[in-house]
């Protein structure tokens, strides 16, 4: 995710799209926040909105959609442009250590990774 920034997936007949933000930190790796590593976040949404699949592209700290050019936070939530105050519809999902995940559910895939 670190690299690509955006992923663009189908799952079953939906697209989806996630969006990765470099700025979150570790809680975990030092008292002090400022300190800490970054370690990222990510989010995924459906890509449809009034009935198009857009497609993005990350644009500096924010994502742009190649269908109209308005601006996407990493919240899911336009910012400027014609989809201003529109919100993705966001997905279900949680962002775990992939070590305390695979210890549960150790048949998981993940992403990527053959």
């Given at each position: 995710?670190?690299?690509?920034?955006?992923?663009?997936?189908?799952?079953?007949?939906?697209?989806?799209v996630?969006?990765?933000?470099d700025?979150?930190?570790?809680?975990?790796?030092?008292?002090?926040?400022?300190?800490?590593?970054?370690?990222g976040?990510?989010?995924?949404?459906?890509?449809?909105?009034?009935?198009?699949?857009?497609?993005?592209?990350?644009?500096?700290?924010?994502?742009?959609?190649?269908?109209?050019?308005?601006?996407?936070?990493?919240?899911?939530?336009?910012?400027?442009?014609?989809?201003?105050?529109?919100?993705?519809?966001?997905?279900?999902?949680?962002?775990?250590?992939?070590?305390?995940?695979?210890?549960?559910?150790?048949?998981?895939?993940?992403?990527?990774?053959?």
């Open positions: 995710m670190a690299k690509k920034q955006v992923v663009h997936e189908t799952i079953g007949k939906t697209n989806i996630i969006f990765y933000h700025g979150m930190v570790s809680v975990l790796d030092e008292d002090d926040l400022a300190s800490s590593k970054k370690v976040s990510a989010a995924p949404f459906v890509t449809k909105v009034e009935g198009v699949n857009l497609t993005f592209k990350k644009a500096g700290r924010y994502f742009k959609d190649d269908q109209t050019g308005s601006i996407w936070d990493i919240t899911g939530y336009c910012k400027e442009g014609k989809h201003q105050g529109v919100q993705l519809d966001i997905l279900p999902h949680t962002n775990h250590f992939a070590f305390a995940y695979l210890a549960f559910f150790p048949k998981a895939e993940i992403y990527g990774q053959k």
